[in-house]
C-alpha cells in the first residue's frame, strides 16, 4: 500500500502550474536527466516525508477504529420506535418556468429565495403564497441561492461562475446585481451567509471562499479538495464549516483558516449535499451511491448510514428537522424521511413530476420546503 | 428458494463488497484514509445508475436463471421474444430482497423501463404494471449507457418513415404528430435529405422478415420513446446542470444506422445494409441548423444540459485531469504532515459516546420539533393563523416551554429576545451588565452601513475598551487588548475589529454569569410561574383548509 500521493494537494486558480504532473519519487529522477545531482537531496526528503505520511494516516485509521465501538444504530436500540412520520404539502408554489435547482429559507422567518432554469429568483413568503420580489438573472443557468439574515439581500451563483449580490430593500424589482464576486474559476454550487456582510460560496474550482459581500472582497480561499465542491454547511455559531466535494470526500474548515482541520472519506460516488446536525457535532452528507452518511466531528468517522436497497437516483439534497431526529432526503420524485438515531426510513413525502433538487427545513423547524424540475415548490409539515 | 440477494446491489448495510466502479471498498477496511481512488472523467453523469441496471438486466436475460420470455402468441399474430410484467415483478421480488411490498418491486421495474432496458410492446408509456402486460427487452445498442445524444433530424427521419410504411399499428400518436408538423417547419429548406432518408430506411425496413421487424421496430420505438418521451411522463435523459460539467470532451455519441441494431443481424448483412444506408448519410449541414433552431428547452434538446457543459469547460476543469495527481512539493506534504500530526493529538470520541451525546440532544429538543411534537399554539401552515410568530416576537408573556430552553445554553439565551432581556436583567442586579452590552453592541456593528463602522468602532472602544477612560469597562486581557486597541487605531477599523474580545467576553458569560442565570431565584420563579398566554388548545383541524393536494 505505498503512498501514492497526498490528497490535501490543490492548486489555486489563476496561478500557473509550477509542479511537473508526474509522480513524485524515483521515477521523476529518472526523466529529468539534467538536474540529477540537485534533485536526489529533495527527492530523498520527499521519499521520507511520504512514507512518514504513510505512517501517521495508518495511525489515524487505527485509532478512528479503537473508538468504532459501534454505530449509532447500535446505541439506539433501546429507543421507541418512531411512528410513521406523515406530512402533507401545505402549500404548492407556481410560479417558476423551468426546473428549480435551488431554494433558501431566510433565517429566522418564512421567507425564502428560489432560483429556476428560467432564469429567474423569486422571493416568496411562503405562508401567504405571495412573491415578494422577481429577480431576472443574467445568466439562466443558476445553481445556489442564498438569503442574508436581515432580509437586506439575496444571493445567486451558477454557471456563470460568479456570486451575484442582488439588494431587496426599496426597489420592488432589483434590476441589477449591487456586487458581482467573481473570483472563481468554476460554478458556484453552493452560497451561506454567515451574516449581513459575509458569506461562505463553494465552487467548481474545487474550492470555497469566504466572501466580504459589501466590499466584493475574497477574505480567504479554502482550498484542499481535488474535485468540484458541491456543497457547504455552516455550523449556528458560524466559526466552522463543511464541504461536500466530487472527491468523495467531506472536509473541515475553522472560518478563518484556509487549511481544512479534518477529511472524511467513505463514500463511494460524489456528495452533493451537506448539512449540520443541529448541535453541530456531526453533519450529514447525501451522495450519488444512493446513501447519507453522519460523520460525527469528534470521533472522525462516519457514525450512521442511511441507504435502501434500490437503483434510485442519488441523494440530491439533505436537511435536518429541529431537533435533528429527522433527517429529510430529496431522492429522485421523492423526499424520505430518516429517523437519524436509528437509521430506519420513517415516511415519504411523494407529490413532485420530477426530481426533487433541493431541500430545506426553516428555522423554527416548521416546515420542510422541497423544490423541483417540474418548476414547483411545496411546503410540507 | 430464494437465491443470495446480490452483494452488488444490496446497500442495506455498511458491509458492501465492492461498488460498481472499481473504487476501493467503503468504510470497514482499512484503505487509504485521506485518499479516494482516482476520479473518473468522461463518464455520463448517471453512468453508475446504468452499470447498476444493466447488471440487473443482464440477470434478467438469463437463460436459466432470468426472467421467462416466450413467444406468446395473440389473437391475430405471434408476438416474439416478450415477457409478462407480473412475471418480471416475481423474478424480482424472488432474486432481490425487495422489502416490503411488490410495489417496490414495481417500481424498480418501472425506474428501469424509464430509462429504456426494456419496455411495453405496446404504447408509450415506459411503466411496467403487475399483470398480464407484455414487455420487450431493448437491443444494447440502444441502451443509455452509449451516450446517445439523437438530433432532431433523426427524429423527424423516424417520424417521415413511420408515416410511410402505413401500417395502422405504426400510426403516428397525437403527440408524435404534433412533433412532426413542428419538425417539418424547422427543417422546412432541409426537408427532401429528410425525406430520402426515410424512404431509403423504408425500403429497408420492407425487406425484413415479419417477426424480426416486429422487434426491431418495437425496439427503436421505445429508443425514442426515451430521448423524446411522450408528455407527461419523466424524461430521464436530463442532465443536472450541476454534472454536466463532467462532460469535458464530447463523449462517444452515437449517430446511429437506425436499421441495423446490433446482434440482430449477421455480420455480412450488416456491411451490405450500412453501405446502403451510408450512401446516403445526413449532410453535415443539416445538422447545424437543427442546433442552432433547437431552443434551450430541455425537451427539444437530446442532452439537457449539454450544452451549458461543453460551454463552461473551458471553466470547470479540474486541474487534475483524471489521473491520481499530486504535486509532490515537499512543502506541501509538510504541510499534510502537520495536520495529521495535529489531528492525532486530538483525541477521538468513542464513537458510544457520541451515540449518547446525539441520543440527548435529539430527546432535549424533540419536544420543540414541529415535525415530532405539534407546535404550539399551533403550526402555522396548518392552522392558518400566525400566533407562532407573534409570540416568538412577544417578549412579555411566554410559555414554561419558552423558558426551559434557555436552561439548554446559553446560546438559546441569546437567540431568544425575551431571554435576553432576563438575562440582561439579571446581569444588571449582579453588576456585569456592560458585557451582555458590549456583545450586543459589537453585533450592532456587523449591521451597520459602510459609512458608519469607523464612528461605531470608536464608539464601542470608548464606551468599553478604553483602558483611560471606558464608561462600562469590560475585563479582556492584555494581549487582547493590545490587539484590538492597534485596530480601532490603525487605519482601517472594520466590522471584525472586536471579534476576539466579543469571544472572550461571550466564554465568560457562559462560564461565569449564565451558569448562575440558570440557578438563580429569578429564573426559577420563571419556570415555576403559571402559563401567561391565552388559551392553549393546540388548534387541530381535522381537514386542512389548503387546497393543495396532500400526498
Not at chain 1, 469528534?298 to 442519488?314: E, F, K
Not at chain 2, 417547419?185 to 422478415?209: C, G, T
Not at chain 2, 420513446?225 to 407527461?232: A, K, S, T
Not at chain 2, 452590552?437 to 451597520?448: A, G, I, M, P, R
Request: hydrophobic residues 35%; contains cysteine; aromatic residues 8%.
Amino acid at each position: 500500500m505505498a503512498d501514492a500521493a497526498p490528497m490535501e494537494n490543490h492548486h489555486p486558480p489563476g496561478t500557473p502550474i509550477v509542479t511537473p504532473a508526474t509522480p513524485a519519487g524515483p521515477e521523476a529522477t529518472h526523466e529529468n536527466e539534467n538536474n540529477n545531482a540537485a534533485v536526489d537531496p529533495e527527492n530523498e526528503q520527499v521519499q521520507e516525508l511520504e512514507s512518514e505520511l504513510s505512517k501517521l494516516k495508518d495511525k489515524l485509521q487505527s485509532e478512528r477504529e479503537a473508538v468504532c465501538d459501534g454505530m449509532l444504530n447500535d446505541t439506539a436500540t433501546s429507543l421507541d420506535n418512531l411512528t410513521r412520520v406523515r406530512l402533507k404539502t401545505r402549500r404548492t408554489l407556481n410560479g417558476h418556468a423551468a426546473a428549480i435547482y435551488t431554494m433558501c429559507w431566510r433565517p429566522e422567518s418564512h421567507e425564502m429565495v428560489s432560483g429556476s432554469q428560467d432564469g429567474k429568483l423569486l422571493i416568496w413568503d411562503t405562508h401567504t403564497n405571495n412573491k415578494i420580489n422577481i429577480i431576472t438573472l443574467k445568466c439562466p443557468w443558476v445553481m445556489s441561492s442564498g438569503f442574508a439574515p436581515s432580509g437586506n439581500f439575496v444571493a445567486s451563483g451558477g454557471h456563470d461562475n460568479a456570486v451575484s449580490i442582488y439588494g431587496l430593500k426599496g426597489e420592488m424589482l432589483p434590476e441589477k446585481p449591487i456586487a458581482q464576486l467573481t473570483d472563481h474559476n468554476g460554478f458556484i454550487s453552493s452560497i451561506r451567509y454567515i451574516d449581513d456582510t459575509q458569506l461562505l460560496c463553494s465552487s467548481g474550482d474545487n474550492s470555497s471562499a469566504l466572501w466580504d459581500s459589501n466590499c466584493g472582497t475574497k477574505l480567504t480561499s479554502y482550498e484542499g479538495h481535488t474535485a468540484e465542491v458541491m456543497g457547504l454547511a455552516g455550523s449556528s455559531d458560524n466559526t466552522v464549516f463543511v464541504s461536500g466535494s466530487c472527491d468523495r470526500t467531506a472536509k473541515l474548515w475553522d472560518v478563518r483558516d484556509k487549511v481544512a482541520k479534518q477529511t472524511f472519506t467513505g463514500h463511494d460516488l460524489d456528495i452533493n449535499s451537506i448539512a449540520f446536525f443541529p448541535s453541530d457535532r456531526a453533519f450529514v452528507t447525501g451522495s450519488d451511491d444512493n446513501s447519507c452518511k453522519l460523520y460525527d466531528i469528534r470521533s472522525d468517522q462516519a457514525v450512521a448510514t442511511y441507504t435502501q436497497l434500490n437503483l434510485n437516483y442519488g441523494i440530491g439534497a439533505v436537511s435536518f428537522s429541529k431537533s435533528g431526529r429527522l433527517l429529510f432526503v430529496a431522492c429522485d420524485l421523492d423526499v424520505l424521511i430518516w429517523d437519524t438515531l436509528k437509521s430506519l426510513k420513517v415516511g415519504i413525502l411523494s407529490g413532485h413530476e420530477a426530481r426533487v433538487s433541493c431541500l430545506g427545513v426553516n428555522s423554527d423547524g416548521n416546515a420542510v420546503c422541497s423544490g423541483s424540475w417540474d418548476a414547483k415548490l411545496k411546503i410540507w409539515n | 428458494m430464494p437465491l443470495p440477494p446480490v452483494a452488488e446491489i444490496n446497500n442495506g448495510s455498511s458491509k458492501r463488497i465492492s461498488s460498481d466502479n472499481g473504487t476501493t471498498p467503503t468504510t470497514g477496511t482499512a484503505s487509504m484514509l485521506d485518499t479516494t481512488p482516482p476520479l473518473q472523467e468522461n463518464v455520463h453523469p448517471n453512468h453508475a445508475l446504468f452499470k447498476k441496471m444493466e447488471l440487473l438486466v443482464e440477470r434478467m436475460q438469463d437463460e436459466k436463471e432470468g426472467v421467462p420470455i416466450k413467444n406468446a402468441k395473440s389473437f391475430m399474430s405471434k408476438v416474439p421474444s416478450v415477457f409478462t410484467g407480473a412475471d418480471l415483478v416475481q423474478w424480482l421480488m424472488k432474486t432481490y430482497d425487495v422489502d416490503e411490498s411488490v410495489s417496490e418491486a414495481v417500481s424498480l421495474a418501472s425506474l428501469t423501463a424509464a430509462h429504456g432496458y426494456f419496455f411495453p410492446i405496446d404504447g408509450h408509456n415506459l411503466t411496467v404494471t403487475n399483470d398480464g402486460t407484455f414487455y420487450r427487452f431493448q437491443t444494447p445498442y440502444f441502451w443509455p449507457s452509449n451516450c446517445w445524444e439523437p438530433e432532431n433530424t433523426d427524429y423527424a427521419v423516424y417520424l417521415c418513415k413511420r408515416t410511410m410504411l402505413n401500417k395502422t399499428r405504426l400510426e403516428l400518436a397525437d403527440y408524435e404528430a404534433e412533433s412532426l408538423s413542428k419538425l417539418q417547419k424547422m427543417f422546412s429548406r432541409n426537408w427532401e435529405f429528410i425525406f430520402m432518408q426515410a424512404e431509403a430506411q423504408a425500403k429497408v425496413d420492407r425487406k425484413r422478415d415479419k417477426m424480426e421487424r416486429k422487434i426491431l421496430d418495437s425496439q427503436e420505438r421505445a429508443f425514442w420513446d426515451v430521448h423524446r418521451p411522450m408528455p407527461g411522463s419523466v424524461n430521464t435523459t436530463e442532465i443536472d446542470i450541476r454534472k454536466s460539467c463532467k462532460l469535458h470532451k464530447p463523449l462517444k455519441t452515437r449517430k446511429a444506422n437506425y436499421n441495423v441494431p446490433g446482434g440482430r443481424l449477421s455480420p455480412s448483412l450488416l456491411n451490405k445494409k450500412n453501405s446502403l444506408v451510408n450512401g446516403q448519410a445526413s449532410s453535415p449541414h443539416t445538422t447545424t441548423t437543427a442546433t442552432a433552431d433547437d431552443s434551450n428547452n430541455n425537451q427539444d434538446t437530446g442532452s439537457g444540459g449539454g450544452a451549458p457543459g461543453k460551454k463552461t469547460s473551458v471553466s470547470g476543469s479540474p486541474p487534475m485531469s483524471g489521473v491520481d495527481l499530486a504535486a509532490s512539493s515537499s512543502e506541501d506534504l509538510h504541510q499534510m504532515r502537520d495536520l495529521l500530526k495535529h489531528r492525532l493529538n486530538k483525541s477521538h470520541v468513542k464513537m458510544s459516546k457520541v451515540a449518547d451525546f446525539l441520543i440527548q440532544s435529539c430527546e432535549q429538543y424533540k419536544e420543540y420539533d414541529p415535525m415530532l411534537t405539534p407546535a404550539e399554539p399551533s403550526n402555522p401552515w396548518i392552522s392558518e393563523e400566525t400566533t407562532f410568530w407573534d409570540l416568538e416576537k412577544n417578549t412579555k408573556d411566554y410559555s414554561t416551554r419558552r423558558v426551559k430552553r434557555w436552561a439548554f445554553s446559553i446560546d438559546e439565551v441569546l437567540r431568544d429576545p425575551a431571554g435576553k432581556e432576563q438575562f440582561a436583567k439579571f446581569l444588571a442586579k449582579e453588576y456585569s451588565i456592560e458585557n451582555l452590552n458590549f456583545y450586543n453592541q459589537v453585533h450592532e456593528l456587523k449591521k451597520v452601513s459602510e459609512k458608519e463602522v469607523v464612528e461605531k468602532v470608536k464608539a464601542i472602544w470608548a464606551e468599553f475598551l478604553d483602558p483611560n477612560s471606558a464608561l462600562s469597562p469590560v475585563n479582556i486581557d492584555s494581549k487582547c487588548m493590545d490587539k484590538t486597541r492597534k485596530e480601532t487605531q490603525g487605519p482601517n477599523p472594520g466590522r471584525h475589529t472586536f471579534d476576539d474580545a466579543r469571544d472572550h467576553i461571550y466564554k465568560l458569560m457562559r462560564s461565569d454569569s449564565y451558569p448562575r442565570f440558570i440557578k438563580s431565584e429569578q429564573y426559577r420563579e420563571l419556570i415555576a410561574a403559571k402559563r401567561k398566554t391565552r388559551s392553549l388548545m393546540p388548534i387541530r383541524l381535522s381537514t386542512s383548509t389548503s387546497p393543495t393536494n396532500t400526498s
